[in-house]
């Protein structure tokens, strides 16, 4: 498959075009614009330091379903007994840096560079990204990052300093979208973490399906903080 190269057009040749490890085109910028095409598509950006901005579309694809969604028992009585306070969009620019800097095994670096924080900050002041925060008293604990457009979450990056804090933030979020009507959560890897939630893998023209499905209910835009009451 070839890999496409973008100009100043905002748009992307078919995600079914991507070749096998999901590299679909390289350039373009990180215009808001730009994004949100990206994502409505299936698409988004991944790429490393000194690296020209490379756009994805792995197939197949990890999601969490409404029916799907499990919240795993070790979580449980932290869901009845929290210790911890939980908001959304009240600090958005410290979540996105703080899962820049989180340290991962077997990963060097990270692909969420000062542009890439630059444009989804963008994007939380349009009202399409969002954060949760978990605080323990007044510090920031944990918490994740994404993106929404109609009914669908494209989860992005997540950061925790207390064991559980992060996995807590994400099951009471997930409670929290499926009662506003949600239809799909992109987790775009799959991954052990993601998994424990529901997570599973499907085709490429499924997941595809399921997100034009989940985009032609209008996005809950502007801050969640009242919106999603968690």
Known sequence: MPVYILNEDIAFPSPYLAERGG???IGGDLKPERLLL???NGIFPW???GEPITWYCTQ???VILPEWMHVPKSLRPLLNNPPWRITMD???ESVIEACAVQNRPGQLGTWILPEIQHAFTELYHQGFAHSVEVWNEDKLIAGFYGLSLGRAFFGESMFTHEPNASKFAFAKFMTAIKKNGFELIDCQQKSDHMTRFGARMIT???YLSRLD???KTPSIQG???DMLKI
């Open 23 to 25: 590299m679909l085109a």
């Open 38 to 40: 990206a994502y409505s």
């Open 47 to 49: 790429y490393s330091k």
């Open 60 to 62: 197949p694809r990890c």
């Open 90 to 92: 009240t600090d958005f």
């Open 204 to 206: 490429l023209q499924e």
């Open 213 to 215: 499905n989940a985009l």
């Open 223 to 225: 801050k969640w903080t």
